[in-house]
């Protein structure tokens, strides 16, 4: 299966604006997470509403849409979808699309490893959807910022943020199949989902199934300010 990492960077954030640019040790935090994705040695595009971001990468690896997206989610999809149109332009069958499969990393894991990633893909197998989670730092538990999430087995339940002592730390890494990619866009945004702004709960509220893997993940997700000032605490040189 050919499979291909997408890092969607959406410059606008309210609660941390410019956040893929900031600086991590003199290097802006998405060009950080891109090229610890290509330590895998697959092919990576960064997806971005910006052209700031945009001037960090290659321009055959990054895609500039200024489309409102929800989500992460909904930007892989819109690329796959326009990766599929310039196809059918080019060849005539679309439908002969260059990856079979897509791992989503969040732009602000800066410690991503490549470990968690083939964990990722290697459940693709058993999953349409897949993610991983680690244990939670007690510290975090209650921090809306960290996502908690329920599981039975090695099958996601549910994800909040307000699930106050209780729950996996779930860690901003996504696989999915090039079908269940494709119609992600087209399922229905429930009140779960706007409420808690958690791109997940579209699939589990539309029926569909979420594998998760445990992984060891001894970095951060960069969600605020003060997470930056943690990240540069812990990682000064």
Same mark, same amino acid.
């Given at each position: 299966?050919?499979?291909?990492?997408?890092?969607?960077?959406?410059?606008?954030?309210?609660?941390?604006?410019?956040?893929?640019?900031?600086?991590?040790?003199?290097?802006?935090?998405?060009?950080?997470?891109?090229?610890?994705?290509?330590?895998?040695?697959?092919?990576?595009?960064?997806?971005?509403?910006?052209?700031?971001?945009?001037?960090?990468?290659?321009?055959?690896?990054?895609?500039?849409?200024?489309?409102?997206?929800?989500?992460?989610?909904?930007?892989?999809?819109?690329?796959?979808?326009?990766?599929?149109?310039?196809?059918?332009?080019?060849?005539?069958?679309?439908?002969?699309?260059?990856?079979?499969?897509?791992?989503?990393?969040?732009?602000?894991?800066?410690?991503?490893?490549?470990?968690?990633?083939?964990?990722?893909?290697?459940?693709?197998?058993?999953?349409?959807?897949?993610?991983?989670?680690?244990?939670?730092?007690?510290?975090?538990?209650?921090?809306?910022?960290?996502?908690?999430?329920?599981? /039975?087995?090695?099958?996601?339940?549910?994800?909040?943020?307000?699930?106050?002592?209780?729950?996996?730390?779930?860690?901003?890494?996504?696989?999915?199949?090039?079908? /269940?990619?494709?119609?992600?866009?087209?399922?229905?945004?429930?009140?779960?989902?706007?409420?808690?702004?958690?791109?997940?709960?579209?699939?589990?509220?539309?029926?569909?199934?979420?594998?998760?893997?445990?992984?060891?993940?001894?970095?951060?997700?960069?969600?605020?300010?003060?997470?930056?000032?943690?990240?540069?605490?812990?990682?000064?040189?």
């Amino acid at each position: 299966m050919n499979t291909a990492i997408l890092i969607p960077a959406r410059i606008g954030s309210t609660r941390f604006p410019d956040k893929p640019l900031k600086l991590l040790n003199g290097v802006p935090m998405i060009r950080r997470v891109y090229d610890r994705c290509l330590e895998t040695g697959l092919d990576t595009f960064v997806l971005t509403d910006s052209r700031r971001v945009a001037s960090l990468f290659p321009e055959g690896n990054v895609w500039v849409d200024d489309t409102p997206f929800e989500n992460g989610t909904e930007r892989c999809a819109g690329y796959m979808a326009e990766m599929q149109r310039q196809k059918l332009h080019a060849t005539g069958y679309g439908w002969d699309y260059d990856y079979d499969q897509f791992v989503n990393v969040q732009g602000d894991m800066p410690d991503i490893t490549v470990s968690i990633i083939e964990k990722c893909i290697w459940q693709l197998k058993n999953y349409p959807i897949t993610t991983v989670f680690t244990n939670m730092p007690k510290e975090k538990q209650n921090d809306p910022s960290t996502v908690k999430m329920v599981r /039975a087995g090695d099958q996601a339940l549910w994800f909040g943020r307000g699930l106050t002592g209780y729950g996996e730390w779930h860690l901003g890494v996504y696989g999915y199949t090039r079908n /269940a990619l494709s119609v992600y866009p087209n399922l229905v945004v429930s009140q779960e989902e706007d409420v808690e702004k958690l791109e997940q709960l579209r699939w589990l509220k539309s029926g569909w199934q979420i594998g998760c893997l445990s992984v060891q993940y001894n970095g951060m997700e960069i969600n605020t300010p003060e997470d930056l000032k943690e990240w540069h605490s812990k990682n000064s040189q």
